[in-house]
Every structure is written in structure tokens, then in C-alpha cells.
């Protein structure tokens, strides 16, 4: 069975700093593109960063470039997105999902495999 699984989401306030992580189980993680898609409330979903299969290349939206790190552990199969200088405009819930090559899909249709998310609230 595939699982894309995301942990680490909370509540920050502005300015401050959460890592989520993707724990992966049942495909081939290291032979995928993984890629974090965001939806906040009342808004449509945005695609909001990817890594190659070898993490070696990154992508951002540039609504989140400069403060976002996405990266990716091949041992381990997990992904990870590192936020910095949290804004309240980043507050959604945050999805990894799966794909053979890099197309900035934002919904889960446009994906092989996707997690069932984790809330990052960012409020004073």
C-alpha cells in the first residue's frame, strides 16, 4: 500500500520556523520527483515547491523562495520542507505528493501519489 505520510505542521507565530516531513512507504521514492502543495483556507491550492529524484535540484514558487528549503532523504524515504521567516499568508494545509517529472500541478489529480496534509497555522 502507498502512503505519503506528513508530520510537523503546528502553530508558529510570524516569523518563526517549523520543518515538516513526509515519511513514504510502498512505491519507489528515490525514482519520483516530490513536491509540496499547499491549500489555505478560502483560496485554491498552490503548488509551492519540488526536488528531483536525487536532490539535487530544487524549485520554488516565488512566493515562498528565499525562505523555503525543500530536501529529501533517499535512505530514508522521506521528504522535508524547512520554513523560515513564517508568514500569516503561509498558514494552509500542506501536501506531498509523488510525480514522475516536474509540472507544478497543484491539485492531487495532477499527481501519482499524495498525503493527507498537515496544518501549519501561523498567527500571533
Known amino acids: 500500500e502507498v502512503q505519503l505520510m506528513e508530520s510537523g505542521g503546528g502553530l508558529v507565530q510570524p516569523g518563526g520556523s517549523l520543518r515538516l516531513s513526509c515519511a513514504a512507504s510502498?512505491?519507489?521514492?528515490?525514482?519520483?520527483?516530490m513536491n509540496w502543495v499547499r491549500q489555505a483556507p478560502g483560496l485554491g491550492p498552490e503548488w509551492v515547491s519540488a526536488?528531483?529524484?536525487?536532490?539535487?535540484?530544487?524549485y520554488y514558487a516565488d512566493s515562498v523562495k528565499g525562505r523555503f528549503t525543500i530536501s529529501r532523504d533517499n535512505g530514508k524515504d522521506t521528504l522535508y520542507l524547512q520554513m523560515t521567516s513564517l508568514k500569516p499568508e503561509d498558514t494552509a494545509v500542506y501536501y506531498c505528493a509523488s510525480s514522475l517529472g516536474l509540472h507544478y500541478g497543484a491539485y492531487a489529480a495532477d499527481y501519482d501519489y499524495w498525503g493527507q496534509g498537515t496544518q501549519v497555522t501561523v498567527s500571533s
Open positions: 526536488v528531483n529524484s536525487a536532490g539535487d535540484r530544487t
Open positions: 510502498g512505491f519507489a521514492f528515490g525514482t519520483y520527483f
